[in-house]
C-alpha cells in the first residue's frame, strides 16, 4: 500500500489549526534537536491546535480502511 504522507496511514489527518503557529512551533522543536519527526509534529500540533479531519483528504480512507 502507498504510503500517505499526510494521515501516516491512519486515515485521520490532523490539520493545524493556525499553520502559522504550526510551521513556528514546528520549526522551534525541530531546532531542539532531540525529537525525531513524528515527535516535533505532534509537539507542534498540540501548539497550534488541530482538527482531526477523516477521512483523509490525500488519500479518501478511513481509520477502517487501514485496518484491514
Ligand atoms: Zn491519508
Do not use: Q, V, W
Amino acid at each position: 500500500m502507498e504510503y500517505c504522507i499526510m494521515c501516516d496511514n491512519t486515515g485521520i489527518y490532523l490539520k493545524p489549526d493556525d499553520e502559522e503557529d504550526y510551521d513556528k512551533a514546528f520549526d522551534r522543536y525541530d531546532h531542539m534537536g532531540i525529537f525525531n519527526h513524528e515527535e516535533t509534529r505532534i509537539k507542534a500540533l498540540r501548539d497550534s491546535g488541530y482538527t482531526r479531519i477523516n477521512p483523509c483528504p490525500r488519500c479518501h480512507k478511513s481509520p477502517t480502511d487501514y485496518k484491514k
